[in-house]
């Protein structure tokens, strides 16, 4: 294992350097530096001052805007009770796990009233059980379906980084969420652009040598219900039962769960830290 640790720091400080910080440019890179310098070594970076001239910067922090140009608008909306969505939380009493991959409660309603629950869906009672957290978060490019309505508020590719990659996107997706909105650790098998337009976003990244760290385990799927009712959140098992495969560290444990979270998990919690990184309005994270 010594030998594997120390095969794996090496590669680390050799695409990612020792900095611990992800690369900052102050202004879109050529295609031909993006490619040599970035995407031919899988190396992340952050670039300032990537898209300040799209009109989306100003309007889509206009709650009035969004709501009069997608007022007809039907969209996928993700409910939790707590911002985690397709993520590990205690599993129902009826698993003989402790823990379960939980899929959000989806509803199709139109953009303004989910405009609205996302607003709203901070100001209750953080430990109160009828309290729902929502978010956008529907991916397979829907955001050239349910938001094409924006369409001529944004490029429609980062002209930069298609030359440097060879190809247009493949998915467009829009995420809107707020300060309860969390992404827990996964792996994607495809390049990223991701572009803040309100906001600010924060990321924890790993490099792919560091897959043993994250001691992916299969858990058994479940998926939140909706009372019309009580309009609560239910968890339940999936039914036929299956499993996913799914990183087991919680990168933020609370002070009660610290040591055993570090005892169970020391790869991770002993080892290099995650690339921090914030991506604020007018910046893109290549990743």
């Known amino acids: 294992m010594k030998e594997v640790e120390t095969l794996c720091e090496e590669v680390r400080e050799l695409s990612l350097g020792k900095s611990g910080r992800v690369e900052r440019l102050e202004s879109p890179p050529t295609p031909l ?5 970035f995407v031919s070594s899988n190396k992340p970076c952050l670039i300032s ?24 608008h039907v969209v996928s909306l993700h409910l939790t009770p707590n911002g ?11 698993s003989s796990s402790s ?5 959000p409660y989806v509803r199709r309603l139109l953009f303004p009233e989910a405009l609205r629950l996302i607003l709203s869906c901070g100001d209750g009672d953080e430990n109160s059980s009828s ?36 190809c247009l996107p493949e998915a467009v997706n829009l995420w809107i969420g707020n300060h309860l909105s969390e992404t827990s650790f996964h792996k994607d098998h495809y390049e990223n652009l991701y572009a803040v337009v309100c906001g600010e976003k924060h990321f924890l990244l790993l490099p792919p040598t560091d897959l043993h760290r994250m001691y992916i385990r299969q858990y058994p799927a479940a998926h939140y219900t909706f009372s019309q009712d009580t309009g609560e959140l239910k968890l339940e098992l999936d039914n036929p039962a299956r499993y996913v495969p799914w990183c087991s560290v919680d990168p933020y444990p609370t002070p009660d769960t610290k040591d055993a979270e570090t005892s169970q998990f020391p790869l991770y919690y002993n080892g290099p830290k995650p690339f921090e990184c914030t991506v604020n309005a007018g910046e893109i994270l290549y990743l």
């Open 84 to 94: 985690r969505a397709d993520a590990l939380i205690p599993a129902p009493p009826a």
């Open 99 to 103: 823990l379960c991959f939980a899929s």
């Open 33 to 37: 530096r993006f490619l040599r310098e």
């Open 49 to 72: 001052n990537a898209t300040l001239h799209w009109p989306a910067l100003s309007s889509w922090c206009d709650d009035d805007y969004l709501t009069r140009a997608l007022s007809n």
């Open 131 to 166: 309290r729902t957290v929502a978010y956008t978060q529907q991916q397979n490019d829907r955001f050239r379906s349910e938001y094409s309505a924006l369409a001529a508020d944004c490029e429609s590719h980062i002209p930069w980084a298609s030359k440097a990659l060879g």
